[in-house]
């Protein structure tokens, strides 16, 4: 692609994994940190085809080495608005992708990359990359004009760059929040997931972005204004089959059509019966617990175990690749903060668990009610000591499990046995058995009889 950069650009190395076997550096990811941003700026804040790094390059990081990283490009252009940032920032998952021995996962503050031993081998930097980013920008979008790239791995700037990038991630979401699904006619969908998740359709309304977080409604109707053939594509809205669930006859069709036939029904705001389905890139997943029969949430940063004794990587391996998975469900940080999130299912009063960083960032939009009963890894580590949380602070789901289990007991002292034996001896004559003698004895050895009705009667 150029002659600068050492490695091969494309599209066949979309779908690359570096193994940690054949990885010279991780970046970011779950054990260090990171952010990506995009601006849409005036021309005269970029210098079109700049490309910076910030603290040491891939040449002077020790093989093994595990780096912060903050990635930042900023583009103008006369057509250009600000709400093309989110859809044009989830492009540098894909074109980072291209880059042959260079890997990059997730979105926004969760982003992970690794750069592989061969690739480092070969020459292959971050400036290289942020080279390939300029082309790779301009050559898909010809509504960008000028394009900078900043890589940043010294600490202190990565620290800075990330507060910068949530500060802007917070404010496109608080832009969103203010929107409803009932105010608008038309909503977006989104297929760039479906290069590894093949039937998985985001369906992006007002009240819920896609799942990696980086496409909010007000994205979707910008980018179908300058790349009208392009991945995210209009969905007219049809009939509100269900308007607590969240079931539009729209998305249905368009979900059918675009998943091969695959889905067939979508509820945007239930983790139940028809839940949107989940590809491999959302923040963080909504779970089921059955025993509590309330919902739990955990983020891609969280490192422990939920109450089920899993973390999150081993259950976003169960519920990921575009299916839809029953009780689960991903989502997207900002669908926390939404006026409709989850509200088919009882929404904040529903939610039990959640890792205590979570719920500090999104402390705003727990219902103040809420926020004391809601368990963190401190509170519980398993099933048995979220029960107990739950009774000791009297959250509502406990009034539904104190009624279920005064069922199961009544439903025990229904079916108590009449009679408990060790030993029954009965004759078994007039019983026909396939291939017994006309008499033989039944034994029965702790035998526990249950009946309808005991009748005695004096002989
Ligand atoms: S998670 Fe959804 S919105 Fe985000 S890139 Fe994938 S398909 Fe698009």
Redesign the pocket.
């Known amino acids: 692609m150029d002659e600068e950069i050492p490695v091969d650009v494309g599209l066949i190395y979309e779908g690359e994994r570096i193994r940690k076997s054949s990885m010279y550096v991780d970046l970011a990811g779950p054990k260090s940190k990171g952010a990506e941003l995009l601006r849409v700026v005036p021309p005269e804040e970029v210098e079109d085809g700049k490309v910076e790094v910030i603290g040491p390059d891939v040449d002077q990081m020790e093989e093994g080495g595990r780096y912060p990283l903050g990635i930042y490009i900023k583009v103008a252009g006369e057509k250009l608005e600000e709400d093309l940032e989110g859809v044009f920032e989830?492009k540098l998952?894909y074109f980072c992708n291209y880059v042959q021995g260079f890997m990059h996962l997730n979105?926004r503050d969760i982003i992970w990359c690794r750069i592989s031993k061969d690739a480092a081998k070969k020459g292959l930097k971050l400036y290289h990359i942020g080279k390939a980013l300029v082309k790779l920008y301009k050559t898909e979008f010809d509504v960008i004009e000028k394009i900078q790239v900043t890589f940043y791995t010294d600490e202190k700037a990565v620290d800075e760059h990330i507060a910068r990038a949530r500060k802007v991630y917070e404010k496109r979401d608080a832009r969103a929040a203010a929107l409803k699904d009932e105010d608008v006619d038309v909503f977006y969908s989104?297929?760039?997931?479906?290069s590894f998740a093949p039937t998985?359709v985001?369906a992006?309304t007002p009240s819920r972005?896609?799942?990696?977080g980086?496409?909010t409604w007000f994205e979707g109707r910008a980018a179908v204004k300058v790349d009208p053939s392009g991945?995210i594509q209009e969905i007219p809205k049809g009939e509100v089959i269900d308007p607590v669930k969240g079931e539009f006859s729209g998305i249905n069709e368009y979900v059918r059509e675009k998943s091969n036939g695959s889905i067939e029904r979508v509820y945007l705001h239930s983790i139940f019966d028809y839940p949107h389905t989940s590809?491999g890139?959302?923040e963080a997943i909504a779970f089921y617990i059955p025993e509590v029969d309330g919902i739990g949430i955990v983020h891609r940063d969280f490192h422990g175990v939920t109450p089920f004794g899993i973390p999150f990587s081993t259950m976003a391996g169960q519920v990921g690749g575009g299916v839809q998975s029953q009780g689960f469900l991903g989502i997207s940080i900002a669908y926390l903060r939404s006026p409709k999130f989850l509200q088919a299912d009882g929404g904040w009063q529903r939610i039990v668990w959640m890792p205590s960083q979570l719920k500090e960032r999104v402390r705003d939009a727990i219902p103040q009610e809420m926020y004391d009963k809601i368990a963190t890894e401190s509170d519980a580590q398993d099933l048995e000591s979220l029960k107990e949380w739950l009774k000791q602070k009297g959250h509502p789901v406990v009034e539904r499990l104190a009624e279920e289990e005064k069922a199961e007991e009544e439903a025990e002292e229904e079916s108590q046995p009449v009679a408990t034996v060790p030993e029954l001896t009965l004759p078994a004559q007039g019983v026909p058995v396939a291939g017994a003698p006309a008499e033989f004895t039944i034994i029965f050895k702790n035998a526990k009889i249950y009946a309808e009705k005991v009748i005695i009667r004096r002989k």
């Open positions: 989830r998952h979105s989104c297929l760039l997931c479906q998985h985001c992006i972005s896609g799942g990696c980086a496409v991945p590809c890139c959302f």
